[in-house]
């Protein structure tokens, strides 16, 4: 369906309506609505098993664990998910090396969505299993060709796979550029200098050397300080399908830590994104954007480096969002402890609210890796999923669902949220998506030596929602870096598209909104990455609207 724009420099484009399934209408989120996922694993036809290499935990490479990422690699409007994996490595890297290695070796998988709430296993057809121990994978249309392309990274390897178009994946780190040396743990694309080409930034964990052996028995193994830390690396697209690495020139390379999780968002809201980096027992950074192909480091200026007691905790993984609709990102981060979570002021620094809001008291009991804020029951509030798992050992724990309330607090539904989240696991990375096009937001979830999850949201009564997928013309295709808001029943949210989000993972590009009773978008607003704005009028909801950006 074809729709007239009015935009700011009235210039007219097209926003066409995907044919994707519509969820059935109904009166709006009831305030008293139960949140639940199920576990749709074995019905989805999903069968991964996550393995770390050995016989028990063993080293810090083994319980860093792996992500995932849902990402529609053959554009059938569907998202498919793609898990990355360890495996065993040579028995000089294990205290505790397996006796007898699998017949079959561990690897990475992509299941193709079918449409049906069932998924196909194609890994081998698409050229997706690396002989590497994988940790963590991002997505994004890198050469603005129309197909979603991969980087997997891991450690001793990265590697940036070409979609070929035809269900394919080619390895083409080398004739790339892309050189990353040791262990390289998150990344994430940001188009930091907006010539409408996605840039590259990789996390770095630590100087792992898989022989040192000084450590206590009750500590199981040395942990991140035993080890050197790292610097990131930053390269430059250099719209030819080739990159350039300007991680010194950029001012990033000065800077050593130990990467856990990155993500980068304009949190400023001056246009330019801007990179946060979640350290491991080191503070964390904030790298704010110059608009001159260099960065300044404000994490402590900002206070986002260190935990709510001035210490270095061991964060895991940052996820930005607008968490009361006014036009800011906030940042939420995981930790071993009390999670953080961050209020933007608008003044280049922020606020933590984890106590006032009642998450800190909630979490603080746990180990918290991968995480999702969504409105997950589409009644206007933005909630938060977070999962659970031991640190050092293998300690399963129960996971958190945290409902948002019109105060701006969140309440603990964890426990009524369905059986899946009291099962205990270990988890590590978690995805999330709208697999099934239904409305609601959805979750996968990586566990440490064990079988993944794939949970289904199975919430009645909610409220109305839509979906927004960005496709660019003169900014990178992907839409990253572009700015939506809506306004509905009386209520303003944004939102901000981004690559890698939560801990070794990244979630589905489209972008999310749950508006209650409203059945209209009143107005709905684009601010691409190069500063145009695009508004659409009187938008229909429970469905799925793309929005292409005006030549």
């Not at 064990?450 to 992907?478: A, C, P």
Request: contains cysteine; hydrophobic residues 35%.
């Amino acid at each position: 369906m074809h729709l007239r724009l009015l935009l700011l420099f009235g210039i007219a484009s097209i926003a066409i309506a995907q044919n994707t399934p519509m969820a059935k209408p109904n009166s709006g989120a009831n305030p008293d609505s139960v949140i639940r996922f199920e576990d749709a694993s074995v019905a989805a036809g999903i069968n991964f098993t996550h393995s770390f290499g050995s016989r028990q935990l063993g080293s810090l490479l083994e319980g860093t664990g792996a992500g995932c990422v849902w990402f529609d690699f053959n554009n059938d409007g569907l998202p498919d998910l793609y898990v990355v994996n360890g495996r065993p490595l040579d028995d000089s890297v294990h205290p505790f090396p397996l006796k007898e290695k699998p017949a079959t070796t561990p690897q990475n998988h992509l299941y193709r969505n079918d449409g049906n709430g069932h998924f196909t296993d194609v890994t081998t057809k698409a050229g997706l299993a690396p002989d590497m121990y994988a940790v963590a994978v991002t997505a994004a249309d890198y050469d603005n060709d129309g197909f979603v392309d991969l980087l997997v990274t891991g450690y001793g390897r990265t590697i940036l796979y070409h979609n070929d178009g035809d269900g394919h994946f080619t390895d083409v780190t080398i004739s790339s550029g892309i050189h990353v040396e040791g262990w390289a743990i998150s990344s994430t694309w940001l188009d930091y200098d907006r010539d409408g080409c996605l840039d590259l930034f990789v996390g770095r964990y630590v100087k792992f050397d898989p022989k040192y052996r000084a450590f206590y028995a009750a500590d199981n193994y040395p942990g991140p300080l035993d080890y050197e830390g790292e610097t990131n690396r930053l390269f430059h697209n250099n719209c030819n399908g080739t990159f350039t690495d300007i991680t010194d020139k950029s001012g990033i390379g000065a800077y050593v830590g130990r990467t856990m999780g990155v993500t980068a968002a304009d949190f400023d809201n001056d246009g330019w994104p801007d990179i946060y980096v979640a350290n491991d027992k080191t503070e964390n950074f904030l790298f704010h954007n110059k608009h001159d192909g260099t960065f300044d480091e404000i994490g402590g200026d900002a206070s986002v480096a260190y935990g709510q007691n001035g210490e270095s905790t061991s964060a895991m993984g940052p996820v930005f969002a607008d968490l009361t609709g006014r036009g800011v990102q906030d940042l939420w981060v995981t930790d071993s402890r009390y999670n953080r979570l961050l209020h933007n002021t608008g003044k280049l620094t922020f606020d933590d609210i984890g106590a006032s809001t009642g998450v800190s008291q909630v979490s603080a009991q746990y180990v918290s890796w991968g995480s999702g804020i969504f409105d997950f029951d589409n009644d206007g509030q933005l909630d938060l999923l977070i999962f659970h798992g031991g640190l050092i050992h293998l300690i399963p724990q129960e996971h958190t669902l945290l409902r948002g309330t019109a105060d701006g607090r969140f309440t603990d539904v964890s426990r009524t949220g369905g059986a899946v989240l009291s099962e205990r696991t270990v988890a590590r990375g978690a995805c999330f998506a709208d697999y099934d096009n239904d409305g609601k937001v959805d979750a996968f979830v990586v566990n440490l030596g064990d079988k993944g999850k794939l949970l289904h949201n199975v919430s009645k009564d909610t409220g109305h929602w839509i979906g927004i997928k960005l496709r660019g013309t003169k900014s990178n295709r992907d839409g990253i870096g572009a700015r939506v808001e809506i306004f509905a029943g009386g209520k303003r949210q944004t939102a901000e598209r981004v690559a890698a989000s939560g801990y070794l993972s990244q979630n589905e590009d489209r972008l999310h909104f749950g508006i209650g009773a409203a059945t209209t978008i009143d107005k709905l607003t684009v601010k691409w990455p190069d500063g145009r704005e695009q508004v659409l009028e009187k938008q229909a909801t429970d469905r799925v609207l793309t929005v292409e950006e005006p030549e």
